[in-house]
């Protein structure tokens, strides 16, 4: 059974950074899989933040994050990190991380929570104005 633990989030002032971190245990996945972050306010849908593929060297990230989060990951940890710098209160939200088996190489990212099977519990980030 798959095991995905988050952690990292908090309270920070704008303009602060966070290092989110996810924990993957329990299965091994194929050399094809991406791993995602998302994030969910209150009262709104769960949204795509950012995808990285198995070898960590392809990324991809929404539009309102580019150039202030870096999402990487440590095989070795099983582990997927998330690097939020210049945080605005627009970021406060509940974090997720979650995985994706795709099972070709050429597999392209994709932004719908409905794609990614399994999921973390999530961690609360607030940025405060």
């Known amino acids: 059974q798959v095991q995905m633990v988050e952690s990292g989030g908090g309270l920070v002032q704008a303009g602060g950074s966070l290092r989110l971190a996810c924990a993957v245990s329990?299965?091994?996945?194929?050399?094809?899989?991406?791993m995602g972050w998302f994030r969910q306010a209150p009262g709104k849908e769960r949204d795509f933040v950012a995808a990285?593929?198995?070898?960590?060297?392809?990324?991809y990230y929404a539009d309102s994050v580019k150039g202030r989060f870096t999402i990487s990951r440590d095989n070795v940890k099983n582990t997927v990190y998330l690097q939020m710098n210049s945080l605005k209160p627009e970021d406060t939200a509940v974090y997720y991380c979650?995985?994706?088996?795709?099972?070709?190489?050429?597999?392209?990212?994709?932004?719908?929570?409905?794609?990614?099977?399994?999921w973390g519990q999530g961690t609360q980030v607030t940025v405060s104005s």
């Open positions: 979650s995985a994706r088996e795709t099972y070709y190489s050429g597999a392209p990212f994709s932004t719908s929570p409905i794609s990614y099977e399994y």
């Open positions: 329990g299965r091994t996945f194929s050399s094809y899989q991406h």
């Open positions: 990285i593929k198995s070898s960590g060297s392809t990324t």
